[in-house]
């Protein structure tokens, strides 16, 4: 059984900055791919970015140049350092691991920018 945790999410102003983190655990023997995913209300999910095990990375459009994806020190853990939010980044950001394959996923943790 492989676990997901999310932490950091919260409410923020506009420009502000976040940073999620995600713990995956159980039985995971090795480093894997993992990715931050996000979903608005009433919206599909997306991409926001991935990391490969040798810490390729890979961002979504909306998001290139304002957010960092990076690995922990900790094996398959990894952080989404979020910088000059806008409105339009609240969503419930999801983290994944993928085990040759398999997705995983967290239960998500919700960020909102407001006024």
């Known amino acids: 059984q492989v676990q997901l945790v999310e932490s950091g999410g919260g409410l923020v102003q506009p420009g502000g900055s976040l940073r999620l983190s995600c713990v995956a655990s159980g039985s995971i023997f090795g480093i894997y791919p993992m990715g931050w995913y996000r979903q608005a209300q009433g919206k599909q999910r997306e991409l926001v970015a991935s990391?490969?095990?040798?810490?390729?990375?890979n961002y979504g459009d909306s998001v290139t140049g304002r957010f960092t994806i990076s690995r922990g020190n900790v094996k398959n853990t990894v952080y989404l350092q979020m910088n000059s939010l806008k409105p339009e980044d609240t969503a419930v950001y999801y983290c994944?691991?993928?085990?040759?394959?398999?997705?995983?996923w967290g239960q998500g943790t919700q960020v909102t920018v407001s006024s």
């Open positions: 994944n691991v993928d085990l040759i394959g398999r997705l995983y």
């Open positions: 990391i490969t095990s040798d810490r390729r990375t």
